[in-house]
């Protein structure tokens, strides 16, 4: 069974331009979702997804941060523009159930690096 | 106040030895609790759950303290493989995303 996949792999990208992560949960898996690890702290919920629907997003950090789960497949996570601070390392994790069994799967992650 | 807090470490332990580490959490609606583990550069994966009375798997215990609000994580015999960074995570009632402490570094030396 494949694993939860992310694309790319790191980012470099200028002030002001836009990146798109792309994360591929995996299958059967209804829950998704994103975190964020910034250089020297805890990794940070972002949202959650069941199927298509956003169940959570209360970790946005603000509206330049766009995610989306067209089709309850795979989700994409755009930001738009990118700022310094959003430099760090997004992780798309996965589960069947709902977060309380702890079972989430989680991919490699996407690092974003913002110059 | 993080809701949930680790020592950062790094802890440096010599192979074989005992090591344990604590994570408090301030949310006394939590419910859930989960030691995840994560190697340089790759992603957290799930060690164990936390049950109220305790568990054990191989050189692995794990132990909640309601009163406290604190979990344990106990590695006997530590082997050079189990030098990671381990995450504490909490589920809190109401939610259903698990919230991260910012992990503990162990490096286990021969």
């Known amino acids: 069974e494949a694993g939860v996949t992310q694309f790319p792999s790191h980012s470099v990208i200028e002030k002001g331009q836009t990146v798109t992560l792309r994360c591929d949960p995996i299958?059967?898996?209804?829950?998704l979702y994103w975190y964020r690890r910034v250089m020297g702290k805890e990794i940070k919920f972002l949202l959650h997804?069941?199927?298509?629907?956003?169940?959570?997003e209360s970790g946005m950090p603000n509206n330049r941060f766009l995610a989306e789960r067209t089709g309850g497949t795979y989700s994409t996570l755009k930001v738009q523009p990118a700022e310094l601070e959003d430099s760090g390392v997004y992780f798309c994790?996965?589960?069947?159930?709902?977060?309380?069994?702890?079972?989430?799967?989680f991919g490699e992650g996407s690092r974003l690096t913002v110059l | 106040r993080k809701e949930v807090e680790q020592d950062p470490g790094p802890f440096n332990v010599p192979e074989g030895a005992t090591v344990a580490f604590n994570c408090t959490y301030s949310?006394?609606?939590?419910?859930?609790f989960f030691w995840y583990r994560q190697d340089c550069r790759k992603e957290p994966k799930l060690l164990m759950s936390?049950?109220?009375s305790g568990n054990e798997d191989g050189r692995f215990t794990a132990q909640l303290n309601r009163a406290s609000q604190y979990i344990s994580l106990l590695i006997r015999d530590s082997k050079l493989s189990d030098s990671a960074t381990y995450l504490c995570?909490?589920?809190?009632?109401?939610?259903?995303?698990?919230?991260f402490g910012s992990g503990t570094r162990l490096q286990v030396q021969p």
């Open positions: 994790a996965s589960s069947r159930r709902g977060g309380g069994t702890g079972e989430l799967f």
């Open positions: 299958s059967g898996h209804d829950n």
């Open positions: 997804f069941v199927k298509e629907s956003k169940q959570d």
């Open positions: 949310n006394s609606a939590s419910q859930s």
């Open positions: 936390v049950y109220s």
């Open positions: 995570a909490v589920l809190t009632t109401g939610r259903r995303a698990l919230t």
